[in-house]
């Protein structure tokens, strides 16, 4: 994993560069073809059809229309797998661990994915405990791993009549946080239950997934002394447990 980690970083850093060129020059390149499309609509008009890259204008118009939010959409997709990639392989001693209330990293989670939330799925809800003891941990990190629950959810849903159920609680008898996150999606295949964390592994490939936000995920929640729990079956939807330890902060020596 060490070795894997050192691989990933560097590809991500020599990857960074170019991805920055294409998005900037793709960005830049959309707002000229606005400024240049009138003076062009112009021409056509008055000296008649002409081609652009063999293609008559208005067809070749269209067809550029269509190409540059589709070059935008895979720049920044570029980025995000940088962005992801560089997350996988940062080596961090130990975050910065303060007391918290769960409850407030998963409203954080939920109004930073309340748009997707809200184009997923009609049936949306959080049930919680209303008074749950404090955690420890850090609050950005743990944000990471729900957002990134709530995202896998919502991706999901064949239509947005199915539902997404979260809750909140605590288990006395273990000393424990336990978030659930419930989807009614498409499931998961027995099969690949046991390599979801997996860095790398991903059933979404298509769909611009790189098999690593599970696996980031994971390794936070190991990294507060949690753990993390998929139960699934394929049609019938999934079901991610959370379980985070009540640990109080060490009393640092004077």
Not at 6 to 34: C, D, Q, R, Y
Not at 111 to 116: A, D, G, I, P, S
Not at 216 to 235: A, L, M, P, T
Request: glycine share 8%.
């Amino acid at each position: 994993m060490v070795s894997v980690g050192t691989l990933v970083s560097g590809v991500a850093h020599e990857l960074n560069n170019p991805a920055g060129t294409i998005m900037l020059n793709a960005e830049f390149f959309s707002k000229a073809w606005k400024d240049i499309v009138p003076i062009l609509d112009r021409v056509n008009t008055s000296k008649g059809d002409y081609e652009i890259a063999g293609l008559p204008f208005n067809e070749s118009k269209e067809e550029i229309n269509q190409l540059i939010p589709d070059l935008l959409n895979n720049a920044h997709r570029i980025k995000n797998i940088i962005e992801e990639l560089k997350e996988f392989s940062r080596k961090e001693d130990s975050p910065v661990k303060q007391p918290m209330e769960i409850n407030k990293v998963i409203q954080a989670s939920i109004n930073l994915t309340n748009n997707m939330i809200k184009k997923a799925t009609k049936n949306f809800s959080w049930e919680s405990e209303e008074i749950l003891p404090e955690i420890s941990g850090s609050f950005q990190r743990l944000e990471q791993v729900f957002i990134n629950l709530i995202q896998n959810a919502c991706q999901s849903l064949s239509d947005n009549t199915h539902g997404i159920y979260i809750s909140t609680g605590y288990d006395n008898e273990k000393n424990e946080i336990i978030v659930k996150i419930k989807d009614e999606g498409e499931g998961i295949e027995e099969k690949d239950l046991k390599k979801i964390t997996d860095p790398f592994f991903t059933t979404k490939r298509s769909n611009g997934g790189t098999g690593l936000g599970l696996s980031i995920s994971f390794q936070i929640i190991k990294d507060h002394g949690g753990s993390i729990n998929f139960e699934s079956k394929k049609g019938k939807g999934t079901t991610v447990s959370v379980r985070l330890p009540i640990t109080p902060l060490k009393e640092e020596k004077g």
